[in-house]
């Protein structure tokens, strides 16, 4: 069980937007920092901690900024480190799926399309107001396992419990919570951000395993939503990227997150402009990852999958 731990908590070599040292500072760094600062900010000024939290009717009247700030406004306690610390290792793997760029527009749109339908329904409806909630990053956090519940609907929490399993436990959770004070604005928000999180995965090329409205955006969001549905790699590229690791991302099924030897995952296309030889040596390796773990590669292929990444993705 503590191998479990260690690798859910393992840092991933994700692709950052800049360096500090040797690091490379990704989107989930910077938002967890930041999360971590306003509990800083909370302690000191408690007024102008709750000027990053979400308030409709505030929005409406001008402080448009809390439309995106309201995910870092962390108050500070024990759940709010355990939301923090489990979102900063769960996000890693999420943005290695996406790539940064469309773990990015992911992001933005949980965020702000669940903000922008609520501060509009209140001004017809003022039972869809709320006063100012602190909802942190819990709600990024669940609408992540949602998208990988339905990009990996076979993965199993400790080998044990499905993640959809997971994901539906935490939403009904909240649910319950939000129907007991009669926040109708908390259930609809709640529910409008697991909407968003799913159809924007789908439409940048994850959560495939289920049928979800989705606008396509680009080749990997086209497609039958079905991973079992398409038998061919290349001829069909649907699929979300296959993390990499080195360079690129590591792979995600690893640790807790584990697939049964039933699970069916997502094939990505091949990138253009990568040699057969490279790219069928890859394969073999990745595959070999998927059905037996990481800790399955001698050193050896270990240091050559990391060459092959690095080089195919170069070109």
């Not at 102008?48 to 448009?64: D, H, P, T």
């Not at 610390?85 to 769960?90: D, I, K, L, N, Y």
């Not at 992001?107 to 509009?120: F, Q, R």
């Amino acid at each position: 069980m503590s191998q479990y731990f260690a690798a859910l908590f393992r840092r991933r070599p994700n692709d950052g937007w800049f360096r500090v040292a040797r690091y490379d500072v990704t989107t989930v760094d910077i938002i967890t920092s930041l999360a971590v600062f306003s509990m800083f900010i909370w302690a000191a000024s408690p007024p102008l901690f709750e000027r990053l939290v979400f308030n409709g009717a505030k929005v409406r009247n001008g402080e448009i900024w809390r439309v995106v700030t309201w995910p870092i406004a962390e108050i500070p306690g024990f759940f709010a480190l355990i939301s923090v610390a489990f979102f900063w290792s769960f996000g890693q793997q999420l943005e290695g799926l996406f790539g940064r760029g469309k773990f990015l527009t992911w992001i933005s749109a949980v965020t702000m399309v669940p903000a922008i339908i609520l501060s509009i329904l209140g001004a017809f409806n003022n039972q869809f107001d709320f006063d100012s909630v602190a909802f942190g990053l819990g709600p990024l956090f669940l609408a992540g396992i949602w998208v990988y519940a339905a990009t990996y609907p076979n993965v199993r929490w400790f080998e044990i419990v499905p993640i959809w399993a997971i994901a539906a436990v935490f939403t009904m959770l909240q649910l319950l919570q939000f129907t007991g004070e009669r926040a109708a604005g908390g259930i609809l928000f709640l529910l409008t951000s697991v909407a968003t999180a799913l159809s924007a995965g789908r439409s940048l090329g994850l959560a495939t395993a289920w049928p979800i409205p989705h606008i396509p955006l680009g080749p990997g969001s086209s497609g039958g939503g079905s991973s079992r549905s398409s038998k061919s790699r290349r001829s069909k590229p649907t699929k979300p990227k296959r993390p990499k690791r080195g360079g690129a991302s590591q792979r995600v099924v690893e640790g807790p997150w584990r697939k049964d030897k039933d699970a069916s995952i997502p094939v990505p296309p091949t990138p253009t402009g990568q040699l057969p030889a490279d790219q069928a040596e890859l394969d073999g390796l990745l595959d070999k990852i998927s059905d037996q773990g990481m800790d399955a590669l001698s050193s050896t292929e270990k240091e050559r999958l990391n060459e092959l990444s690095k080089r195919l993705r170069n070109r």
